[in-house]
Nanobody
Framework: QVRLVESGGGLVQPGGSLKLSCATS????????MAWYRQAPGKARELVAS???????TYSDSVKGRFTISRDNARETVYLQMNDLNVEDTAVYYC????????WGQGTQVTVSS
């Protein structure tokens, strides 16, 4: 059974930083392409960043240069370091194992506000 547990969200001021974590189980993590998505109120879920088992990364244009995705294969955990946050980054953030299309965690809320 695929399990994805996100943590690390919270309230932060514009310009601040947060690091999200996603603990996983139920699949062969080291082989899996992992991704972070986000969904803001009233908007569709969007891809933020992804990382393959060989550590190739991609980023959406809106976060490029500010966010960094990484993974720890020994801990079966994927991370999202978010710097220079702005109000447009406010959303629920979800991690995703790309092979398991229908499996999602509960997400973690990130709110950027002064």
């Amino acid at each position: 059974q695929v399990r994805l547990v996100e943590s690390g969200g919270g309230l932060v001021q514009p310009g601040g930083s947060l690091k999200l974590s996603c603990a996983t189980s139920g699949f062969i993590f080291v082989l899996e392409k992992m991704a972070w998505y986000r969904q803001a109120p009233g908007k569709a879920r969007e891809l933020v960043a992804s990382i393959t088992g060989r550590l190739a990364t991609t980023y959406s244009d809106s976060v490029k240069g500010r966010f960094t995705i990484s993974r720890d294969n020994a801990r079966e955990t994927v991370y999202l370091q978010m710097n220079d946050l702005n109000v447009e980054d406010t959303a629920v953030y979800y991690c995703h194992a790309e092979s398991y299309v229908l499996e999602w965690g509960q997400g973690t809320q990130v709110t950027v506000s002064s």
